[in-house]
Nanobody, 121 residues
Framework: QVQLVESGGGLVQPGGSLRLSCAAS????????MGWYRQAPGKQRELVARRYSDGRTNYSDSLKGRFTISRDNAKNTVYLQMNSLIPEDTAVYYCNAVVARSSGLRFADYWGQGTQVTVSS
């Protein structure tokens, strides 16, 4: 199996910053991409950012410029630097990885348990 462990969430005041981390471990042959999604109360889960193994990145258009995704391929770890946070960023943030567990298997989605980010004064 593949495990994703997130850390770095918490309570922050508007205008503040947080850095989320997510480490993937377990039976990993190849990682296609790692990224972050978020889900606010009463809303659907949405893409925040994704980084592929070839360096390409995707960002939610509304978040580009405030959030930055980075990745340590050797450690199978992805980071999300969040700056200038606003109350609307309050959500549970989920790590996602697209992983092949062996050379004979297709890529599959794996999810972390989620970490709460609350932006409030």
């Amino acid at each position: 199996q593949v495990q994703l462990v997130e850390s770095g969430g918490g309570l922050v005041q508007p205008g503040g910053s947080l850095r989320l981390s997510c480490a993937a471990s377990g039976s990993i042959f190849r990682v296609n991409s790692m990224g972050w999604y978020r889900q606010a109360p009463g809303k659907q889960r949405e893409l925040v950012a994704r980084r592929y193994s070839d360096g390409r990145t995707n960002y939610s258009d509304s978040l580009k410029g405030r959030f930055t995704i980075s990745r340590d391929n050797a450690k199978n770890t992805v980071y999300l630097q969040m700056n200038s946070l606003i109350p609307e960023d309050t959500a549970v943030y989920y790590c996602n990885a697209v992983v092949a567990r062996s050379s004979g298997l297709r890529f599959a989605d794996y999810w972390g348990q989620g970490t709460q980010v609350t932006v409030s004064s």
